[in-house]
């Protein structure tokens, strides 16, 4: 008997909170009753207080239903009328979300209907509310709605009075146009365009924003025509500035090519070029075709591609054919007529006008063909090139100019071989490519363009051979090896350096192999040293294990030269095996202090390393050396090594753990890359016989009183890396995550809050431990230890984590209220923490769209008027506050605030739910709580 009552009792409590209370009720149905507008008006005023005063939760549609025969009643007193205004000025956010079609006829379809009549008090009232309409329905993502409408209203106005029209204008120009994104779904009316070009009001000065709203071609046409003939401008812009407005909102439009023509010929005035060319700009760079400019802007196109705006200028005269084109070659032709001076100023746009000449050579082949058989230079053979005409390139290696022959070497070695660094040998990587293509086209020229190239092997120039022999070790040309095996006994050093200067020859292990027998066995020192080098500038390939065996015994040779040059080749060369590192480590003993750094740098690239090998570089580097370059190259070296030594690991965890070394060695090996796999499990390995407190302490906490001690902390982990930060970085974080996490399961000696830090350190939780943190987790929560971790690794879980605590401690009540509290104060911390100016703190995840329907389950398990323990705890950790801030469309589509909304009954659950109430109806006051 006594459960029967408990369950009437409950449901007489539910359907009291149902209804309005007494005082609301009564109001509300006078309110209905009421037959004038002058009847209404102190029922109106009692309704405003009362939603000011948090009363009427719950009831929007149905106050909006009630009051809209006055709304829209034509009789209404201004008086009523503002009264109303200010009453759907607060339930409007709710009344959008809870009735949008209410919210649609309210106010826009109804004052639409208004706008139609001819009382010019209905339309001016009719425009207000259009106006309060535009704020509601863009404040809840609904002014599609309202845009959809507008345009039939525009056309409307085109024929109103002044005043009247001017409040059109108002409502564009204050509202819809403060947003950048917002445009018409249609055309702006031909009729309303018109009035605007009347228009000297003064809102004039946003005609470009209005026009703006008009995204449609007809939009961009109407905006090109007044950039082209405006209306007078407002009184406090130029004229210039007037047309500038315009033209900067065709910015981010596509333009036909008729209307890019009109824009630039608008270059013929001065006060026009920057924003012109800041359109030409924005095209070139969304990659559209620019328009080829009237004949008559290319004397000024030439003028201007040496001044400012070059850029834009040397674009549209590439885009003007061949009589732009022309003027580009002339240009170029006066850029390079001091080319080689030793001091010259150059012009501005260098590059871009040898550039888009270049693209562009085709359209004056001719003309380029006349100007190089009239006076030739070398530059105009790689535009010969680039126009097809290798004809004339291969008959400009027959030619006496060395220069000419040069050129025409490295061309067609490009044409053959492209991707050899074309980037640093042309100044733009497609140069090659387009060579390359263009060559290709002409399948009959390949047999004679390498063969050219072997007969310019015997040129007297260097430079021309150098050309040569590149393309043709690159295609892996027999006739080349003979050649660079000559070129290494020149008479002359200097010669043999300026041959060097950026070739990087292309070499297979036979050629190489030889090269490195003429530097062990030849007679002179010049040619052997000079073969080194030779490999040591070479394209990496596999040739370098076969001749690693064969350079490792000169780092004795007796000459001092020839052991610079190999202790060189391995410090760019990685040796390889264990026999080379022990030669090196010998060489960096040496006499000679270029072969002890040279050595110790290539001891920092060595892969051979073993236990004695690390022993004994600790020990030279106790040693010392009175060169401080030797030194930084042996810890280099060191640190090097120990990353790739397994059997080294004591050595590495003491730098790490017991500081031995200075800091610099630390900070370099935190700046470094990651030790081998090998090395990292032995790390771990020596790790785990490790308290935890050696190598992961947790740092300080915030607090004002701990103030300094947290500065000291992180100024001494920025200059000399804490143990863990260092373990990061030498082991790979898919081997550290998992033994991290582990050891913070396996070690109950650590406190709750240190294991759950330990866990928070790591990237990502691997799936098959995800259960064991989580319940470490909640073992935290329930004892409220962990601090701040607690909500941290929550928040791997994200919103679907917090579902889980809810159903897991649901029917433990006061341990889901500790549980939140703990959470939510952990939360204001980092709140606090962030008001300082120091890093915030994490916070609770926050549910999605996807999550509604759990929480309406959820809240709908509570039994109102029983003061639940659960209904506090639920709010703060549901994110009910947030839901009215991001979802409030999609929480109105549910029974969330009717849920809520029972809990106003009962004082002590209505301050639960208060504030979660309040932003859902975003009314501006919290619900008033008895």
């Known amino acids: ?48 207080q009362a939603l000011k005063d948090g009363e009427l939760f719950g009831e929007e549609v149905r106050i909006a239903r009630l009051t809209r025969r006055f709304w829209e009643d ?34 826009v379809h109804g004052p639409l209907g208004w706008l139609q009549g001819k009382d010019p008090e209905r339309r001016r009232w009719a425009l207000d509310a259009l106006t309060l309409g535009w704020e509601i329905l863009y404040g809840q993502n609904l002014q599609e709605v309202f845009l959809q409408a507008l345009p039939a209203v525009l056309a409307s106005a085109a024929t109103w009075p002044e005043e009247e029209f001017e409040a059109v204008l108002s409502l564009l120009a204050d509202r819809i146009t403060l947003s950048t994104e917002t445009h018409l779904p249609d055309s702006l009316p031909p009729a309303f365009v018109e009035r605007l070009r009347g228009y ?47 033209l900067e909102k065709l910015e981010r439009r596509r333009l036909t090519p008729e209307q890019k023509r009109q824009v630039v010929a608008l270059l013929a005035d001065p006060e026009l070029r920057h924003v012109v060319f800041r359109l030409v700009r924005a095209w070139w760079y969304r990659e559209e075709p620019l328009p080829p400019p009237p004949p008559e802007m290319l004397p000024l196109l030439e003028a201007w591609a040496v001044r400012e705006n070059c850029e834009e200028a040397v674009r549209l005269l590439a885009a003007a054919g061949p009589e732009g084109v022309k003027r580009l070659f002339r240009l170029v032709t ?43 230079a070398p530059w105009h053979v790689r535009l010969l090139a680039r126009a097809g005409r290798w004809e004339l390139v291969l008959q400009s290696l027959q030619l006496p100019d060395a220069a000419l022959r ?46 050219a190239l072997r007969e310019t092997l015997k040129d007297e120039d260097l ?11 690159w295609r892996g040309d027999e006739a080349a090896r003979p050649a660079l095996l000559a070129a290494l006994r020149m008479d002359e050093e200097n010669r043999f350096q300026a041959f060097l200067s950026g070739f990087r020859p292309k070499l297979t292990d036979s050629l190489a192999l030889a090269l490195a027998r003429i530097a062990r066995e030849d007679s002179s020192g010049p040619v052997r040293r000079r073969a080194i080098d030779l490999l040591t500038r070479a394209q990496p390939g596999s040739w370098s294990k076969v001749v690693e065996g064969e350079l490792r015994s000169l780092l004795g040779d007796p000459d001092p030269e020839v052991r610079r040059a190999v202790a060189g080749y391995f410090a760019a060369v990685p040796a390889q095996e264990v026999a080379t590192t022990a030669a090196l480590l010998e060489a960096t003993q040496d006499s000679s202090e270029y072969v002890r750094h040279f050595s110790a740098m290539a001891l920092g690239r060595a892969r051979g390393w073993t236990p004695e090998l690390v022993a004994r570089l600790e020990a030279r580097l106790e040693a010392g050396d009175p060169d401080d370059n030797v030194v930084r190259g042996l810890e280099g070296a060191y640190l090097y090594a120990l990353r790739r030594e397994p059997g080294s690991v004591d050595r590495l965890l003491a730098i790490v753990l017991d500081r031995k070394g200075p800091a610099r060695w630390r900070k370099a090996l935190a700046e470094g890359p990651p030790a081998d796999s090998i090395v990292a499990r032995a790390l771990l390995e020596r790790l785990a016989a490790r308290p935890v407190e050696d190598w992961a302490s947790m740092p300080p906490k915030f607090g004002l009183e701990a103030l300094q001690r947290m500065i000291e902390f992180f100024v001494r982990a920025e200059e000399d890396p804490p143990p863990l930060v260092l373990i990061g970085h030498l082991v790979p974080r898919e081997m550290l995550d998992l033994w991290l996490i582990r050891r913070a399961l396996e070690d109950p000696k650590l406190s709750l809050e240190h294991r759950l830090w330990l866990i928070h350190q790591t990237l990502e939780i691997p799936a098959d431990l995800r259960e064991d943190v989580w319940r470490l987790l909640m073992q935290a929560l329930r004892e409220e230890e962990g601090g701040e971790m607690t909500l941290a690794l929550l928040g791997r ?22 549980v939140a509290r703990h959470l939510l104060r952990q939360e204001e911390l980092g709140r606090r923490r962030a008001a300082t100016g120091s890093p915030g703190g994490p916070s609770l995840p926050r549910p999605s769209a996807e999550d509604l329907p759990w929480i309406e389950a959820t809240l709908a398990r509570l039994v109102p008027g029983t003061r639940d323990p659960r209904l506090e705890p639920l709010v703060g950790l549901l994110g009910l506050w947030e839901l009215g801030q991001y979802h409030k469309r999609a929480v109105f589509q549910t029974r969330i605030p009717q849920l809520l909304l029972r809990h106003l009954a009962d004082p002590v ?21 008895r």
């Open 909 to 929: 659950e209505c301050r639960a739910v208060a504030e979660a109430v309040g932003s859902l109806f975003s009314r501006g006051v919290v619900p008033r709580c």
């Open 1 to 48: 008997m006594g459960r029967w009552l408990s369950v009437l009792t409950l449901l007489l409590v539910t359907a009291a909170r149902a209804q309005p209370g007494p005082r609301d009720e009564q109001l509300l149905r006078a309110l209905e009753t009421a037959r004038t507008p002058a009847e209404a008006r102190p029922l109106l005023e009692r309704l405003g």
């Open 463 to 473: 430079a021309v051979r150098r050309e040569a022999l590149r393309a043709l070790l």
């Open 200 to 246: 000297r009001g003064p809102h004039g000065w946003k005609l470009p924003d209005i026009l703006a709203l008009d995204t449609t071609a007809a939009g961009t046409e109407q905006l090109l025509a007044f950039a082209l003939d405006p209306p007078p401008p407002p009184p406090s812009l130029a004229v210039q500035r007037w047309r500038e407005l315009f």
């Open 74 to 107: 034509p009789a209404a007193p201004p008086a009523v009328r503002f009264q109303l205004q200010e009453i759907y000025g607060m339930i409007a956010p709710a009344l959008a979300a809870m009735a949008p079609s209410l919210a649609e006829t309210l106010f």
């Open 406 to 451: 040069r050129e025409a070497a490295f061309v067609l070695g490009l044409a053959l071989a492209p991707e050899e660094d074309e980037l640093a040998r042309t100044g733009d990587a497609g140069h090659g490519r387009m060579l390359a293509t263009s060559l290709a086209q002409r399948p009959d020229l390949l047999p004679r363009v390498q063969e």
């Open 334 to 376: 006066e850029d390079r007529r001091d080319w080689n001076a030793p001091i010259r100023n150059p012009r501005p746009c260098e590059w871009d006008r040898w550039h888009a000449l270049f693209e562009q050579a085709g359209e004056i082949a001719e003309e380029i063909e006349a100007t190089y058989r009239a006076n030739p």
């Open 797 to 818: 879980w994200g919103f679907a984590g917090v579902r889980r605590l809810v159903e897991e401690r649901w029917d433990e009540p006061e341990t889901l209220r500790r």
